[in-house]
């Protein structure tokens, strides 16, 4: 199931990339939709290459009832960032992988921070896949909106955030 979002933000890409590696920020956003952020480590430098890693539990309470019979009542998340150095028109690009702990899902995107009218252009392109024989595809078919809603979540506070810090 592709994953495509594309929205933006009054904010330089600099400013926009800090606050996505920023813990206190995802724990924020973690615990809004009713999980806890487990850990959170970044390794590198933000001025270079980097990597982010998150290890989040969330409800299952939105997913659909067939969905919650493979997984339970919660999720344990590992979300894994490998952020590029700026290109030089000062663009960022993260390349995202989500595992989840006892699900048969997987999770891969590419993020890309663009600079456009005066701050910057989140976009988003990835997909949903699981590895269940038959019901692979209504697994993912149910997961993509969820997976969907949350980064488009994250974008969203990112906003809030920066304007409130």
Same mark, same amino acid.
């Given at each position: 199931m592709a994953l495509s979002a594309t929205t933006t933000l009054p904010h330089s890409v600099d400013s926009v990339a800090a606050?996505?590696?920023?813990?206190? +920020? *995802?724990?924020?956003?973690s615990q809004l939709?009713?999980?806890?952020? %487990?850990? +959170?480590?970044? =390794?590198? =430098?933000l001025a270079g290459s980097f990597s982010a890693t998150s290890v989040r539990?969330? /409800?299952?309470? $939105?997913l659909p009832e +067939?969905?919650?019979? +493979? @997984?339970?009542?919660?999720?344990?998340?590992? *979300? @894994? %960032?490998?952020? =590029?150095? /700026? #290109? #030089?028109? &000062?663009s960022r690009q993260s390349?995202?992988?989500?595992?989840?702990a006892g699900a048969p899902v997987d999770v891969t #995107?590419? *993020?890309?921070?663009?600079? #456009?009218? &005066?701050?910057? $252009?989140? %976009?988003?392109?990835?997909a @949903?896949?699981?590895?269940? /024989?038959?019901?692979?595809?209504?697994?993912a078919d149910a997961a993509e909106p969820m997976v969907a809603k949350a980064l488009n979540l994250q974008a969203?506070?990112?906003q809030a955030w920066l304007e409130s810090h």
């Open positions: 606050v996505l590696v920023n813990e206190d +920020f *995802q724990r924020h956003v939709v009713g999980g806890s952020l %487990e850990s +959170f480590t970044v =390794d590198g =430098d539990t969330l /409800p299952t309470t $939105r +067939f969905a919650r019979k +493979f @997984v339970g009542e919660q999720l344990k998340v590992t *979300q @894994v %960032e490998k952020w =590029d150095a /700026p #290109a #030089a028109d &000062g390349t995202i992988s989500l595992k989840i #995107a590419v *993020q890309r921070l663009v600079t #456009a009218d &005066g701050g910057t $252009r989140v %976009e988003l392109e990835g @949903v896949k699981s590895s269940v /024989p038959f019901l692979g595809g209504k697994i969203k506070q990112a």
